[in-house]
Nanobody, 125 residues
Framework: QVQLVESGGGLVQAGGSLSLSCAAS????????MGWFRQAPGKEREFVAGVTSNGLNTYYKDTVKGRFTISRDNVKNTVDLQMNSLKPEDTAVYYC??????????????????WGQGTQVTVSS
């Protein structure tokens, strides 16, 4: 069992930066791949970034490559998402999620077992 709690959302102007953090409870955090997803009003939840259990491999949605960075700390049981050069279209509720360490499905929301409650990110133009 893994419990996830996100923090760090807020309101920022376009071009600005935000850092999201997800704190996990449970002794098996290091066994899970971790992902960040987002959901805007009226849209489906979409993959933003993912990292393998050992932290060595990262994956990104094409539109955030070069702007967002995912990282994890398996000692502190945290996974972070650094977001730079934010755009209004990045506005959404952001969720972290934990799932089995299978790379092939890292972008698919339904393959994750545990989800946080979400944190709102709003980017004004």
């Amino acid at each position: 069992q893994v419990q996830l709690v996100e923090s760090g959302g807020g309101l920022v102007q376009a071009g600005g930066s935000l850092s999201l953090s997800c704190a996990a409870s449970g002794r098996t955090f290091s066994a899970y791949r971790m992902g960040w997803f987002r959901q805007a009003p009226g849209k489906e939840r979409e993959f933003v970034a993912g990292v393998t259990s050992n932290g060595l491999n990262t994956y990104y949605k094409d539109t955030v490559k070069g702007r967002f960075t995912i990282s994890r700390d398996n000692v502190k049981n945290t996974v972070d998402l650094q977001m730079n050069s934010l755009k209004p279209e990045d506005t959404a509720v952001y969720y972290c999620a934990a799932g089995p360490n299978i790379i092939a499905t890292i972008r698919i929301p339904r393959t994750y077992d545990y989800w946080g409650q979400g944190t709102q990110v709003t980017v004004s133009s």
